[in-house]
């Protein structure tokens, strides 16, 4: 079955917010076909399904990010006059029962899986990190190894450094080996 909304709009909707995955209360009202007013209206008279895991306000420094990631109006010439909602993914399936209609559901079921996707895409990257930590030390101890081998057979290349014979007579050499010293 076709979903309303296609996934990779729904993906780049979902921020990551005081480490949580969340979606501005905007997005959601876009995408479930209300105004946002309605949308929070209908938050407001169902408080007590939304709580702070769930839903939260965003501070002024937040706020301003976003206003500047997307340029959105300023305060007082016809943007927002509060600071957005957010709603974590336990939030999103809250409203969906809060909202009340069957578009509301049909494009809750297609949020919910763009974040199951990317749960998986992000238990996908850790267990590939781990794959490949694990890699470089199997690769690093290889090293040492390959390393201490490649020094054992440069010493068996180089010939051992025999001392030379001085060729002729050394009258030295033949009073130290007999005890014979000149007087």
Request: glycine fraction near 4%; hydrophobic fraction near 40%; aromatic fraction near 8%.
């Amino acid at each position: 079955m076709e979903s309303l909304v296609p996934v990779e709009f729904i993906e780049k909707r979902i921020f990551l917010i005081r480490g949580q995955k969340v979606m501005l209360d905007t997005d959601l009202a876009e995408l479930y076909g209300v105004s946002t007013k309605r949308l929070n209206e209908q938050v407001r008279r169902n408080l007590n399904r939304f709580p702070l895991d769930f839903m939260f306000q965003l501070n002024e420094e937040e706020t301003e990010t976003l206003r500047s990631q997307f340029a959105t109006s300023k305060t007082g010439r016809g943007g927002r006059r509060y600071f957005p909602f957010v709603f974590t993914e336990q939030g999103v399936t809250m409203l969906s029962t809060v909202l009340n209609s069957d578009r509301a559901i049909e494009v809750n079921i297609a949020i919910m899986r763009v974040f199951v996707r990317l749960r998986e895409l992000i238990a996908d990257r850790k267990e590939l990190a781990a794959k490949l930590k694990k890699l470089e030390d199997r690769i690093e101890d290889h090293d040492e190894k390959i390393t201490v081998v490649f020094e054992a057979i440069r010493q068996l290349m180089t010939p051992p450094v025999k001392p030379k014979r001085n060729i002729g007579f050394d009258l030295k050499e033949k009073q130290a080996r007999y005890g014979r010293t000149k007087k």
